[in-house]
């Protein structure tokens, strides 16, 4: 390697990880070289296992975390974390095409610890797991899921036909794929979509074929995940406008009602004897029926009256089922 570049590489290296996003002029600057070097040096970076990020925000280059890590130097606290998730991964979450490489992974990392810490921390991982409800693996398609994280990553279009409610046959449309998201126990691609015109999430079990494409796309640098869910109680979200719903919970549910973040816009109030009254902003109220009632008499709707009026119909029609 020419003489003075790998202390450059170091800098380059350094500056990265320092938490601040740098273009490539600033980093010609930093480096005192040009930039036509800069992006030669972070190719060299690439080549060798060092993937620099690229934000398409801040139209800048860093590296977020300590990417050059010696695995000794992982306290016991960081060793075992790894562990647990990444073992426990395959058994819970049903769905994830690499979730057999999360386990491995981990077991690599966990060969190369000193002994001592090893041994901890395979003694200490026998008492703590991590439990997801998994997915019925005869309704999953391991090559529906494969297509969208393989489209999602390289950048590619993918056409698929998806089932919808309230329709026979399957619908098709070409998909751009921005992001991959786990939520209430199945995966969503949440892409733009050819037939809406805009940004839309779809089940990956509801999709029923799949086929990547040659054509590449961009993601908007305007797309942001949490934009998108916004109010939403649901990845599927709702057409209409946000609409604030009150809700009284009982003292039996208050605590873990108020433990858990259920939407980004929640306010709790304490009542007295223990109640709760739960406010939130939602752009569908059908999003948050199913979860309501299944609170049983412990939850009370008081606005909207259209909230309201849709709990009442459907307490109805399952008193109705009962009373036969």
Known sequence: ?????????????????????????????ECEVSRRTVFRDLKTLHESGIYVLY???????????????????????????????????????????FDQFARSASTKVLNSLPDSLRESVIDAAQTI???????????????????????????????IQHTSAGTSKPQSTMLSPYHILYANRQWYAVGRSSVDRGIKAFPILKIVKSEVL?????RPSRFKLDRYLSNSWDPIRGAGKAVPVKIRFQSSVAQ????ISWNPTQQIRKLKGGMIEFRARVDDLEQIVNWTLSFGDQAEVISPRAFRDLIQQRASDIAQIYSN
Not at 3 to 27: E, F, H, M, T, W
Not at 130 to 159: D, G, M, Y
Not at 256 to 259: K, L
Request: hydrophobic share 40%.
């Open 129 to 159: 797991s991590v439990w997801c409800t998994p997915v019925n693996p005869e309704v999953l398609s391991a090559t529906h899921h494969k297509h969208l994280f393989q489209a999602a990553i390289s950048k590619k279009n993918v056409r």
């Open 256 to 259: 873990m009602v108020s433990q």
């Open 1 to 29: 390697m020419v003489a003075g570049r790998i202390p450059r590489l170091l800098k380059l290296i350094a500056l990265l990880q320092s938490g601040r996003v740098y273009n490539s002029a600033q980093l010609a600057s």
């Open 214 to 218: 040659d054509e590449s796309f961009k």
């Open 55 to 97: 934000d398409e925000e801040k139209q800048g280059y860093s590296l977020p975390w300590k990417t050059i890590l010696p695995f000794k130097d992982l306290t016991f606290e960081e060793a075992l974390a790894l562990f647990v998730l990444c073992q426990d991964l395959d058994q819970t979450t049903v769905g994830l095409p």
